[in-house]
């Protein structure tokens, strides 16, 4: 650790998780591009986590990051602190006959398998979706026709004060890819319902989907998810192939051939070619549609 890491180093409370300075985040994002945290932060518990913000500089900048599959990490890194969820958030337990309590940093896998054996159905779209509970949460993460807004009772979160409070389903005020959680507020736990189910007949429906999302997406490739949100009326992927989209390329980044709202990373692709890539896109839309493709991406950090 340099002198200055160390001095900084020494502003900062003490933790009993693992706090580590110019962490890189390329291993840690879908994408695999991207430069460093200033400060990579996995708390022991959601108390470490409380007690860490409730003393930390509240101008340092503080934020989640979960499966990182939404996500483009800029290539001049991210300042400030980037809290990630480890194995200690990554627990589902049944809560009772219908409903399932889950760590923030628990993948969609493991909740709807865990929904499954226990026989609750009305979960099974979250095996569609590349991320963890806290993303889901966040965003109002859905798929095939549903979505967390129609699951979600309540969710634990530590607000960037170190407050730890309870926020039910009404106080996220969702909608389409979006809750008004604040900057820098960490969700830490959530408690999903469902509904009865037989296993078999969920484990079906997880079957179906799983097979319709291995149809239209490029599943094993650098990916960042869904680019754009579907605007009202519309699919991002359909204005995207009908602007002449489908496989544009900008350095390593490339418009999936398969699926046209995917941008990849072929090989060498910096997070700048990913991100104008998108742009590139969103400006060829506009010109043939008028049509303004939103991000649905999150793109943090600084540009180089």
């Not at 999936?256 to 998108?278: V, Y």
Request: net charge negative; glycine share 12%; aromatic share 6%.
């Amino acid at each position: 650790m340099g002198h200055a890491a160390l001095m900084t180093a020494l502003a900062l409370p003490a933790v009993r998780g693992v706090l580590k300075p110019d962490a890189p985040l390329a291993p840690l994002v879908w994408f695999k591009t991207g430069g460093t945290a200033q400060w990579l932060f996995e708390p022991q518990d959601a108390d470490d986590l409380s007690d860490f913000l409730a003393q930390l500089d509240p101008d340092m900048p503080v934020m989640a990051l979960g499966l990182g599959s939404n996500l483009i990490v800029r290539d001049g890194g991210v300042p400030g602190v980037v809290v990630r969820l480890g194995k200690a958030f990554a627990k589902v337990d049944r809560q009772d006959e219908t409903s399932l309590v889950c760590g923030a940093g628990a993948s969609g896998i493991l909740v709807s398998s865990t929904a499954r054996d226990a026989g609750i159905a009305g979960l099974e779209f979250l095996r569609s979706i590349p991320g963890t509970v806290g993303g889901f949460v966040r965003m109002n993460g859905g798929a095939y026709g549903r979505e967390t807004a129609d699951i979600l009772l309540e969710c634990e979160v530590v607000l960037r004060s170190g407050e730890q409070v309870t926020l039910l389903n009404r106080d996220l005020a969702y909608s389409y890819r979006h809750s008004n959680l604040t900057d820098g507020a960490i969700v830490v736990s959530a408690t999903f319902r469902g509904h009865n189910g037989e296993p078999a007949a969920i484990q079906a429906e997880m079957d179906r989907i799983a097979a319709a999302r291995e149809e239209s997406q490029p599943l094993r490739s650098k990916t960042g998810g869904s680019t754009f949100k579907n605007p009202d009326g519309h699919k991002a992927w359909q204005l995207v192939d009908e602007a002449g989209c489908r496989g544009l390329q900008i350095g390593g980044a490339q418009v999936s051939e398969k699926h046209t709202n995917f941008m990849l990373n072929t090989g060498d692709a910096t997070s700048s070619d990913i991100e104008a890539l998108g742009e590139e896109v969103r400006r060829r839309v506009r010109d043939k549609s008028g049509i303004e493709l939103e991000w649905e991406i999150q793109r943090v950090g600084l540009s180089k």
